[in-house]
Structures are given as structure tokens and as C-alpha cells.
């Protein structure tokens, strides 16, 4: 015979009052911050009604979007949109939420079946990604967009602050070729121009051009990095031509 939500409730209450402590958010009905810990395995054995957490997995990964995406929009205001979105898929994505979870040791709380649990289930990337996400959708449903906002803030704008210059210019050769291509239909040309250095320690000097026209030079120690630098340098020539 199989169990209820509500009774999974009364079991761990301590449990879960000790988790609302580390989350900081205190739920009105304790029977959505339970669901968002309950597996499908541990659903499909010991639950009577089979629900899990996946459906709120589904919703808060709405939220997170929105959400992230609200922060990033607030922090740099004058990134282009496709740049905004790269960021926001660098920051929400399997290994960045997994991160998030670890931190909270919501590995700990999580209901699992008995072959996922003797699996090492608890440190799954997958399953604790999942879980951060349908948390987040709990949280949503029990204590609006606001509660669920604030939440996010505490996690992603301290990784924000701390990789912003990297989230920024990570991919800047992308953001050239999609600012070119969107204003003119036609990519930039990438020509190595002077390489020099002992062979274990060469430096490469890079050179970015557009329509026989040089928009940026980058030098590092492979070509790769020079290229980024090179297209960084560029998209910094362009904001001041555009600001002139």
C-alpha cells in the first residue's frame, strides 16, 4: 500500500523545516515544497497517486527564464538580445543548477526510489538540476513571481557579479559576426599577421577585418584566444563609432 503527499509531509517535517530555513522562504502549503523533492522513482514505489516533482520542474524552469533573464536585462542594459541569451543559457543549464542544488544540500532532502538512491542518485547532476528547478516552481505557485524573483537573486546575482566580465566577452567573436551580419549580411575575416616566440611559448597576433578594413587586433598565446581578443577589440570600436 502506498502513501500520501500530505503524509510524506508529517514525516519529514524537521527535514523540511530545516531546508526552508536554508532557503530562506517559509511555505504556506508544505505540500508543494514536498512534491518538488519527491522523484518519479520514488513516486512510481511509494506514492499513491504516482505525482512527482516534474511538472514543477516544468514551471520553474519557465521562471527561471524569466527571472535570469529579468537580472541580466537589469545588469547590462545595452547587450543585444542574442548576447543576452547566450548568457542565460551559460548560467541556466544542467551543471549551473546542479551547482546551485549542491550548495543547498538539496541532495539530502530529495525522495528517491531504492535503485536510484543505491545508484548514487542524490549527487546526479540531472536529478539535482531538476529538483533546484521544480523548488523554484514551488516556490513560485506558493509565494507568487516576487517570492520566486528574490530567490534567484540570492543564488545568480553573486555569479553574476563575480564572471560578469567573462559571461560578457566569452563569445565576442559570435557577437561580431551576428552585429555584422545583422547590419551588413556579410561576416568578418579573421588573418593571422605576425607569430613570434620560442616555439613552446609562441604569441599570435590576430588581426580582424571587414570589408579590407581592420576592426580589431588580438594577441595571445593561441590563436583561438587571439581571435576573441581580436573580435572583443572590435565590437569596442564599433560601440564608440555608434556613440561618436
Known amino acids: 500500500m502506498g502513501t500520501t503527499l500530505w503524509a510524506l509531509v508529517q514525516d519529514h517535517e524537521k527535514e523540511l523545516q530545516e531546508l526552508q530555513e536554508r532557503i530562506g522562504y517559509f511555505f504556506r502549503d508544505l505540500q508543494l515544497l514536498q512534491l518538488s523533492l519527491v522523484h518519479s522513482s520514488f513516486a512510481f514505489e511509494r506514492l499513491d497517486d504516482n505525482r512527482h516533482n516534474e511538472t514543477l520542474e516544468f514551471l520553474g524552469d ?3 527564464d524569466l527571472a535570469v533573464g529579468y537580472i541580466l536585462f537589469d545588469r547590462f542594459p545595452k547587450l ?3 548576447k543576452l541569451t547566450r548568457i542565460r543559457s551559460a ?3 544542467e551543471a549551473g543548477l546542479a551547482h546551485m542544488a549542491r550548495e543547498l ?3 539530502q532532502y530529495l525522495l528517491l526510489g531504492r535503485g536510484e538512491d543505491a545508484s548514487n542518485g542524490r549527487e546526479k547532476s540531472s536529478i539535482l538540476s531538476c529538483a533546484y528547478e521544480a523548488l523554484v516552481g514551488a516556490l513560485f505557485l506558493d509565494g507568487g513571481y516576487e ?3 528574490d530567490f534567484v537573486r540570492r543564488f545568480f546575482e553573486p555569479l553574476i557579479e563575480e564572471r560578469g566580465d567573462h559571461l560578457v566577452h566569452a563569445d565576442s567573436k559570435s557577437a561580431l559576426q551576428e552585429l555584422l551580419q545583422e547590419q551588413h549580411n ?5 588573418v593571422l599577421v605576425d607569430e613570434e616566440g620560442p616555439a613552446h611559448a609562441r604569441i599570435f597576433s590576430i588581426s580582424v577585418r571587414f570589408q ?3 576592426l580589431g587586433l588580438g594577441q595571445a598565446s593561441s590563436k583561438k584566444e ?3 581578443k581580436a573580435a572583443r577589440a572590435a565590437l569596442e570600436c564599433l560601440q564608440n563609432t555608434d556613440q561618436e
Open 62 to 64: 519557465a521562471v527561471l
Open 80 to 82: 543585444r538580445e542574442g
Open 91 to 93: 548560467l541556466v543549464n
Open 105 to 107: 544540500e538539496l541532495g
Open 147 to 149: 517570492q520566486a524573483l
Open 186 to 190: 556579410e561576416g568578418p575575416d579573421y
Open 212 to 214: 579590407g578594413e581592420e
Open 226 to 228: 587571439a581571435e576573441q
